[in-house]
């Protein structure tokens, strides 16, 4: 459904973001409850959530190198949990850390509440280091930044090259040749499907659309706009219900004991996963190590090769931190250092965002893809196709509302289904951004 611009002046809190947004932010200062400490003769001393495996080792490199500045890792929840907490020391003015690993998609809310700072001055040219699309995930398409691009999770296509052989099926390169490849497997064996469309994964279908050239939210004016039932979107909806209501790909969520046996058992022959795939393949299907490997997405062009996201995180300097300048610059060191960018890949486990140095510090298959020398390579291409895409203040909503309308969608099997979500998420998304104050516009 189309909504139509609201009228009058916006809250001060959509202001605020809108300024933010439009190239008019002027930077943060430190709150009155700034978390980092030091002063005297002794060192700086920061505080820095994350919840990335081993960071507290990666940090250690930072401490031996900067005896002025130290920094402490405090664990956190991932996602929401993080963000929660975040928000509530913002709010009551006091708690909050002084740097943060922000997820992209969480960026804009994090930027509406005034909780992380623009550190465009101390970025300086940093942009060059990292894809268009990382950048754009920490400025928001503005001239403010808002993090140091940490991570990115390019979307993979991952498939059992032995079944592929098996049923003497071709990788394919694009939407339409996965599409005959999955009716080609599930008539050779009904119980085995190419894969599955997840209605509980709204991050997976986000990164679908943004690979078909969908950008949910964007900013015209002094005004938001959302179009999550724009063309591209529509055209993915009604690509994956076609293939549902054929019965040629499952209609099961991702992550249940089902799908992990199906993985290990080979009734689930391929997967849409991202980078970190191997990760999750070598813990729900440990049985089939050296029998996947891992390809660029099919491309609805394959003259015009594009790519989506299915993760990636930031590092922010909170609006509390009283030494914003040495948080900005422990954010640079930790995402553009070459051995800080080895010891996140090889680590913390992550997929570094700066591309040079990742290709440096990447260098040897994941061990779970042990025979596939050139995983990395595969992931590089990936990494390097993927499309802009710009989050919105209220990503929460929209990913709650693509749940509540695709899982009877799924379960249906009406591909007419599928692209009637789209409206019910594009509504609801609206709606909610109106209520909150948001001087907002469909797209």
Same mark, same amino acid.
Not at 29 to 54: F, H, I
Not at 196 to 212: H, I, K, V
Not at 354 to 363: D, K, P, Q, R, W
Not at 392 to 421: I, L
């Given at each position: ?186 008539? @050779? ?6 894969? !599955?469309?997840?209605?509980? $994964? &709204?991050?997976?279908?986000?990164? *679908? +659309? =943004? ?112 030494? @914003? ?6 954010? !640079?060191?930790?995402?553009? $250092? &070459?051995?800080?960018?080895?010891? *996140? +890949? =090889? ?97």
């Amino acid at each position: 459904m189309r909504g139509k611009p609201m009228r009058g002046k916006p809250t001060t809190r959509a202001a605020a973001l809108a300024a933010a947004v439009l190239l008019l932010a002027t930077g943060c200062s430190g709150g009155d409850s700034a978390t980092g400490e030091g002063g005297g003769d002794g060192p700086v001393r920061l505080t820095y959530w994350s919840w990335a495996p081993n960071m507290e080792q990666v940090v250690e490199g930072w401490n031996a190198e900067h005896p002025d500045v130290q920094v402490t890792v405090n664990k956190q929840d991932g996602g929401d949990a993080a963000v929660t907490k975040l928000l509530t020391a913002i709010k009551a003015g006091s708690g909050a850390p002084d740097v943060m690993q922000a997820e992209y998609q969480k960026i804009p809310t994090l930027v509406s509440a005034d909780a992380i700072a623009d550190i465009s001055e101390q970025a300086g040219d940093l942009e060059q280091q990292f894809s268009e699309s990382a950048w754009n995930g920490v400025t928001l398409g503005s001239d403010a930044v808002y993090g140091i691009p940490q991570d990115t999770g390019p979307m993979m296509f991952f498939y059992r090259a032995d079944l592929f052989e098996q049923f003497g099926i071709a990788v394919p390169t694009t939407w339409q040749e996965y599409a005959d490849a999955a009716r080609a497997i599930h008539a @050779a064996d009904p119980t085995k499907f190419l894969g !599955t469309f997840s209605a509980a $994964d &709204p991050g997976w279908f986000t990164g *679908l +659309a =943004q690979q078909a050239g969908a950008s949910w939210w964007g900013v015209d004016g002094g005004a938001w706009t959302v179009d999550v039932d724009d063309e591209a979107t529509q055209r993915v909806a009604s690509y994956w219900g076609g293939l549902v209501e054929e019965g040629v790909i499952d209609n099961k969520p991702m992550y249940t004991p089902e799908w992990n046996t199906g993985l290990n058992d080979g009734t689930q022959v391929g997967w849409i996963g991202a980078v970190w795939g191997p990760g999750v393949l070598e813990g729900n299907a440990p049985d089939t190590k050296g029998l996947w490997k891992a390809a660029e997405l099919p491309q609805w062009d394959a003259a015009d090769p594009a790519n989506g996201n299915w993760g990636g995180s930031a590092t922010s300097v909170t609006t509390q931190s009283e030494h @914003a300048e040495e948080a900005a610059e422990f954010a !640079t060191w930790l995402n553009t $250092d &070459p051995e800080a960018v080895e010891a *996140l +890949a =090889q680590t913390a486990n992550v997929y570094p965002a700066a591309t040079e140095a990742a290709s440096t510090a990447l260098t040897t298959p994941p061990a779970f893809f042990a025979e596939q020398t050139d995983f990395y390579d595969v992931a590089a291409a990936a990494a390097g196709s993927t499309n802009s895409f710009t989050y919105g203040p209220n990503v929460n909503v929209a990913y709650s509302a693509y749940a509540d309308a695709f899982g009877p969608a799924a379960e249906g099997r009406r591909a007419a289904d599928f692209t009637a979500a789209t409206a019910a998420v594009q509504r609801t998304t609206l709606e909610d951004m109106e209520r909150a104050g948001f001087e907002v516009s469909a797209g």
